[in-house]
Nanobody, 122 residues
Framework: VQLQASGGGLVQVGESLRLTCATS??????YAWFRQAPGKEREFVAA????????YYGDSVKGRFTLSRDSTKNTYYLEMNSLKPDDTAVYYC??????????????????WGRGTLVTVSS
């Protein structure tokens, strides 16, 4: 089982960026994105849950970020719009089988891919 995140880079405030997470191997109940900025704790960004076919977002990205998936390619995307300097972080795509109440808990995900760095410059 592998997760491979890509698409990070340097952008200006207000610009957009799309991250890609390619998955392979077994299927998990939930696929999510977390991020971690220097000196800060990991933060929940978004998650897709197969159990109820719903997408959930962290408060700080609601209305700006969109998680989508291409089931034919086993690939997940994170479209990030109106980027701010506070969005600067290493972004990780993860997979696991958390219950719904733990969807935003990083410890509930057992599989983590290598992160991709997003830098938003002002």
């Amino acid at each position: 089982v592998q997760l491979q995140a890509s698409g990070g880079g340097l952008v200006q405030v207000g610009e957009s960026l799309r991250l890609t997470c390619a998955t392979s191997g077994r299927t998990f109940r939930s696929y999510a994105w977390f991020r971690q900025a220097p000196g800060k704790e990991r933060e929940f960004v978004a998650a897709f849950n197969y159990g109820n076919n719903r997408i959930y977002y962290g408060d700080s990205v609601k209305g700006r970020f969109t998680l989508s998936r291409d089931s034919t390619k086993n690939t997940y995307y994170l479209e990030m719009n109106s980027l701010k300097p506070d969005d600067t972080a290493v972004y990780y795509c993860v997979a696991g089988n958390p219950i719904l109440s733990y969807l935003s808990a990083s410890e509930a995900y057992r599989l983590w891919g290598r992160g991709t760095l997003v830098t938003v410059s002002s």
